[in-house]
């Protein structure tokens, strides 16, 4: 069923008797010529595109739970490509270009809107670090712009500018940048990859794998045993539980990350906003509520659901940015499981392992990479070489020291 503004009006006039469910729900079949472990963002992106562009077959998507209950309906739908080096901004500004023609593509409304954001200044130093990220994100084809003092005054006057310890001195400020909804990225995925074929098959744990002789001939699930050709796994949080299976230990640790949402305020915010002096970063669901979110909970767990001394650290950063958020009541809370790389970068790779791939380490910025990732881990699946975009995300760049130290706008394990 296509999607269209005829179609509503059609069924509007005829009871919504018409719709169909977003997509099947198979059994498993016996084998698969891919299986995809992961029914999260970049489990569905991967499975979509191998179907769509690399007009592959026989593919399924294994979930433990059901879709889109992992981080990508967990986190605070910010996507951008604000990103300093080599490795990491080609990829990022391709990513973002795909989500804006993601909805035409793929038939879903996603809610994509770049209502832009902007990053704040401090600190003299930091605007130099600021101009320079500008300047190779625009080396890269992508948008960034410096505001000064005023400019952002312009934008947001309620914020504390002449803060004692944490003054605003300006912005960079990236107007392509913005907010999708989270869990429409999933269900839009699921639904055309449904629609080509590619069996959705959740309550599936993967809890084993069958390697023999060094190549891999399938996964052991709690549904019994399914047999593949190629497989990609794409967990986040669960990457080393997963990898544990194959014997593999991985340059990841799992952490909680928070996402707090207040009581529905009238407009305030229109872009994304991140203070620059400390974790806290904002903007505002249409719905009214502020979403915001800071650091991760800084010890290692599989709980997706995070402690008090964090919400008291985030609570901190935005009153110091935000004074007036005091007086607004926080409505709700929720954690997912990150999968921190340790140079803040991700692996899109082929393993050791015949037929066994690798997809992870996005720390807690992967949202906004989800078409980007499952595009070039396709790539890699189907073609058996790293698309151009993503031929930094090895495995060996850790033992080779090619580390992709991300010090613009990516994850900075050292300083957590
Ligand atoms: C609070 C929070 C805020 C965030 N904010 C942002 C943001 O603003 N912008 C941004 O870019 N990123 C953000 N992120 C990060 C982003 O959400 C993740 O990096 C990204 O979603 C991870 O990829 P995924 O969608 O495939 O993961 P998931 O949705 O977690 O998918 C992995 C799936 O694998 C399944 N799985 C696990 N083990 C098994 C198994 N054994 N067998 C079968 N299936 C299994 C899980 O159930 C899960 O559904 C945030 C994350 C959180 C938690």
């Known amino acids: 069923m296509r999607y269209s503004g005829f179609r509503v009006i059609a069924e509007a006039l005829t009871g919504h008797k018409g719709w169909k469910p977003l997509w099947r729900d198979p059994d498993p079949k016996a084998a698969y010529d891919y299986v995809i472990v992961g029914g999260g963002g970049h489990g569905l992106a991967t499975a979509y595109y191998l179907a769509k562009e690399f007009k592959q077959a026989r593919i399924a998507v294994l979930e433990k739970g059901y879709l889109g209950g992992g981080n990508v309906g967990r986190n605070t739908t910010i996507i951008r490509s604000n990103y300093l080096l080599d490795g990491n901004e080609p990829f990022y500004e391709f990513s973002l270009k795909l989500w804006e023609g993601l909805e035409q593509d793929f038939n879903y409304n996603a809610m994509v809107s770049q209502r832009g954001i902007i990053n704040l200044i401090h600190t003299d130093a930091q605007r130099d670090a600021f101009t320079r990220r500008a300047n190779a994100m625009v080396l890269h084809g992508a948008d960034a712009e410096m505001l000064n003092r005023d400019q952002v005054k312009a934008l947001y006057p309620f914020l504390n500018f002449d803060n004692a310890r944490f003054p605003i001195k300006g912005a960079i400020a990236q107007k392509r940048g913005g907010t999708v909804r989270h869990d429409a990225v999933a269900w839009g995925y699921a639904r055309g990859a449904d629609q080509r074929g590619v069996d959705l098959i959740q309550n599936c744990e993967v809890i084993g794998m069958r390697i023999e002789?060094?190549?891999?001939?399938?996964?052991?699930?709690?549904?019994?045993?399914?047999?593949?050709?190629?497989?990609?796994?794409?967990?986040?949080?669960?990457?080393?539980?997963?990898?544990?299976?194959?014997?593999?230990?991985?340059?990841?640790?799992?952490?909680?990350?928070?996402?707090?949402?207040?009581?529905?305020?009238?407009?305030?915010?229109?872009?994304?906003?991140?203070?620059?002096?400390?974790?806290?970063?904002?903007?505002?669901?249409?719905?009214?509520?502020l979403v915001f979110g800071g650091d991760i909970d800084g010890y290692n767990s599989y709980a997706q659901r995070g402690n008090l001394p964090v919400i008291e650290d985030v609570a901190e950063g935005g009153m110091a940015l935000m004074p007036m958020l005091g007086r607004a009541r926080l409505l709700r809370a929720w954690g997912g499981i990150m999968d921190m790389s340790m140079d803040g970068s991700p692996i899109i790779d082929k393993t050791d392992i015949d037929g066994l791939y690798f997809n992870g380490g996005w720390c807690y910025g992967g949202f906004k990479a989800t078409p980007a990732s499952g595009w070039c881990f396709a790539h890699l699946l189907a073609r058996d070489e790293p698309h151009p975009k993503a031929a930094a995300y090895r495995f060996d760049r850790f033992a080779k020291g090619l580390m992709i130290d991300e010090k613009g706008q990516g994850a900075t394990p050292n300083l957590h």
Do not use: C, W
């Not at 593999?248 to 002096?277: C, N």
């Open 213 to 289: 002789n060094g190549r891999i001939l399938g996964v052991e699930t709690t549904r019994g045993h399914i047999g593949a050709g190629k497989v990609g796994v794409a967990v986040a949080g669960a990457s080393s539980r997963v990898m544990d299976h194959a014997g593999m230990r991985l340059p990841i640790e799992s952490h909680v990350l928070q996402a707090f949402v207040s009581e529905g305020l009238k407009p305030l915010i229109d872009g994304v906003m991140t203070f620059g002096a400390g974790h806290f970063y904002v903007s505002q669901s249409d719905k009214g509520g």
